[in-house]
């Protein structure tokens, strides 16, 4: 297999005595990517992946398909189509677990990639945890991830909370968190950053506040369904977030999560509960960790990673197969890891590269997943199936308007009970 991938390297120096070992397709020499990375930060690490690829296989013409829209809330139902109709791209962006296995492998949209954790020496590369349970079917691994999100960030503009004397340590309770939010109300600023045009960002703040109520242990058992969603403490959680409503800025509904990320760093809001994509936002913005932002873990929840990780799949009957399976080398080598993650927010899912290239964030995330305990995201389709997904995010839709938690956990009852029983 490997010498496979070397002639696509060699394409553009002998295409005309390799043409005849391509498939149809591959002869145009192109590669579609799809994913939805826009926002600055984003379109700025995928770059780096693409710059990667391009040096590692010149000649390659790269077609960047990308839906905007933060979460994938608008790629995924494009990206359902064009699978369902027979027209898919190359290779596109999925999270483990649920979304990769359930609505693209299951549905036989994929090919396996087992083949190259072999030849690319990849078996000890990456975290076992994550490969064998969230990306294998029947001895089958499917993706290969291009850098590991921590979901439970609580960010912060340093010079507008050191203004008004709100000290943030290394960890923070929900109480401490209030206490800074009733501060900041009172001098007039509007406390925490929301940017939920897409509704899954109020989902997140949700889910992050869920696993400060319950833990990581208690969180697992949610989603095993040995803990129901109408439990005292899950309704705590609710609670609590329907207070957080009360500091969140007036035009949320309005703005993306890079633009609330925005506000954050022009200091119009001081907190904003975001994956550490944010980080990219930060970066590309030339902000400065610690003198104008900083970051501590979602109140409550210090210990835990909420891991959203980034994958890639290689489509069954991709079009343009062997410039796919090259560009999943290419997003699995260092190179290529180091290039982009730096970029991303993420930590390389690679736990063999070199740590000097990573700023103190990356350096706080890589520790805290080496130590903490790891748990699936939901808003980010690892830890349920997409309906369940969806249906949360309907929920709290409906929540932030009745603020009424029993309907709330009542809803979500419900779409559990219908999503274990589609299983
Ligand atoms: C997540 C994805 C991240 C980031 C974020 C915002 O689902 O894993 O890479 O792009 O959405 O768009």
Request: hydrophobic share 40%; with cysteine.
């Amino acid at each position: 297999m490997y010498n496979r991938f070397r002639l696509v390297a060699l394409a553009t120096v002998s295409f005309a005595v390799l043409a005849p070992l391509w498939t149809q397709a591959a002869e145009d020499g192109k590669l579609e990517v799809f994913s939805w990375w826009t926002s600055g930060g984003e379109s700025a690490a995928l770059e780096a992946l693409f710059a990667t690829y391009k040096k590692q296989y010149p000649g390659v013409e790269i077609v960047n398909a990308t839906v905007a829209g933060g979460g994938g809330s608008a790629a995924r139902p494009v990206l359902q189509t064009r699978l369902a109709g027979g027209n898919p791209p190359d290779t596109w962006q999925s999270h483990p677990g649920y979304e990769l296995l359930g609505q693209y492998v299951d549905p036989g949209y994929c090919e396996p990639v087992t083949d190259l954790y072999k030849s690319d020496g990849w078996d000890n590369a990456f975290p076992k945890e994550l490969v064998i349970n969230l990306m294998t079917k029947d001895r089958k691994i499917y993706a290969v991830l291009a850098g590991i999100h921590r979901g439970n960030v609580l960010w912060y503009n340093a010079k507008l909370l050191e203004k008004n004397g709100i000290k943030v340590g290394g960890q923070m309770t929900f109480d401490e968190f209030f206490a800074a939010c009733d501060k900041l109300k009172e001098a007039g600023i509007a406390a925490l950053g929301v940017g939920d045009s897409g509704i899954w960002t109020s989902a997140q703040l949700f889910e992050n506040t869920l696993l400060g109520v319950l833990g990581p242990k208690d969180w697992t058992d949610l989603f095993r369904g040995t803990i129901q969603w109408d439990d005292p403490r899950v309704k705590q959680a609710m609670r609590l977030f329907a207070k957080m409503q009360n500091y969140v800025n007036p035009d949320h509904s309005a703005l993306s999560w890079d633009q609330a990320i925005q506000q954050l760093i022009e200091g119009k809001v001081a907190f904003s509960s975001m994956g550490d994509w944010a980080d990219g936002e930060f970066l590309k913005a030339k902000q400065k960790e610690k003198e104008d932002f900083g970051w501590v873990a979602h109140p409550g929840t210090s210990g835990s990673f909420i891991v959203v990780a980034d994958g890639f799949a290689l489509a069954k009957g991709a079009p343009h197969k062997e410039a796919a399976i090259a560009w999943l080398k290419s997003i699995g080598s260092k190179e290529a890891q180091e290039a982009f993650n730096p970029l991303k927010g993420s930590i390389p899912a690679r736990t063999d590269v070199d740590r000097s290239k990573f700023d103190g964030y990356h350096q706080w995330s890589m520790d805290s997943f080496a130590k903490d305990k790891l748990v699936a995201s939901c808003v980010h389709g690892e830890a349920a199936p997409a309906a369940f997904q969806q249906a949360l995010n309907d929920a709290v839709t409906a929540f932030m308007v009745d603020k009424n938690v029993d309907n709330f956990a009542n809803s979500l009852v419900q779409a559990a009970k219908e999503s274990q029983s589609a299983k």
